[in-house]
């Protein structure tokens, strides 16, 4: 089975600090590494995602994420927050005998403060 | 291009009615899979196609709810028998196909469906 977990419900920063969201999963095969972002009233948007060969993976908006396996971590960054960073982030695991379903973490919603 | 559109944007049902709901994915688009989301939850699948059949229904919830996708593109989500606890955003997202490495699924703007 497969599973995720982002620590924390809701991230808050300022603009142009550092924004980190944690992603921790489960996975009993090679997972394949997913982080979904969703603005108001809009649809899932795919930010990045890890499948396999580099793990660091460069993504839309200037986020990053980096795959480690040894901490069975996907935390997303991005080195400097702009106001319309403001969404809801998810993230989401899928692989081995799963098909291409995801299982998604419950979310972060990110806001950024002037 | 059109991306994934989803009917009705919004239903609101009474107790132990039936409502259907609509997936247009993009087209040429073979793979399909409905989530559903709870308020403060992340999406939870309910059921993948690909072509014609359902190959997973294992997040399916109960008997009540069932989806069909008979000509391989448009698909419906039918809930019978509606609870207060159907109440949800139910998504819809397709991908190019389903495969071993996945492909990159694309979401719908989701039916927010309200059982009184």
């Known amino acids: 089975a497969q599973s995720v977990t982002q620590l924390g419900s809701h991230v808050s920063v300022s603009e142009g600090a550092l924004v980190l969201l944690r992603c921790n999963y489960s996975?009993?095969?090679?997972?394949?590494l997913f982080w979904y972002v969703q603005y108001p009233n809009q649809g899932l948007q795919l930010l990045l995602k890890?499948?396999?060969?580099?793990?660091l993976v460069k993504g839309i908006n200037g986020f990053e994420a980096e795959f480690k396996k040894s901490e069975t971590s996907f935390h997303l960054t991005k080195p400097s927050a702009h106001m319309s960073d403001a969404a809801e982030y998810f993230c989401?695991?899928?692989?081995?005998?799963?098909?291409?379903?995801?299982?998604f973490g419950q979310g972060t919603e990110l806001s950024v403060k002037p | 291009g059109a991306g994934v559109s989803q009917t009705p944007s919004n239903k609101v049902t009474e107790k132990g009615k039936y409502v259907e709901l609509r997936c247009d994915p993009i087209?040429?688009?073979?793979?399909l899979y409905w989530y559903r989301q709870s308020l403060g939850q992340g999406p939870e699948f309910l059921i993948y196609?690909?072509?014609?059949?359902?190959?997973?229904d294992s997040g399916l919830p109960n008997d009540r709810f069932f989806a069909v996708r008979p000509e391989g593109s448009v698909s419906t989500l039918k809930i019978q028998r509606t609870e207060r606890g159907d109440s949800a955003v139910y998504l819809c997202?397709?991908?190019?196909?389903?495969?071993?490495?996945?492909?990159?699924?694309?979401f719908g703007p989701g039916t927010r469906l309200t059982v009184l």
């Open positions: 997202a397709s991908s190019l196909t389903e495969t071993s490495v996945p492909d990159e699924q694309f």
């Open positions: 996975s009993s095969v090679p997972p394949y």
């Open positions: 890890y499948t396999t060969g580099a793990t």
């Open positions: 989401a695991v899928s692989g081995g005998n799963q098909g291409g379903k995801l299982i």
């Open positions: 087209s040429g688009h073979t793979a």
């Open positions: 196609f690909q072509g014609t059949g359902a190959a997973d």
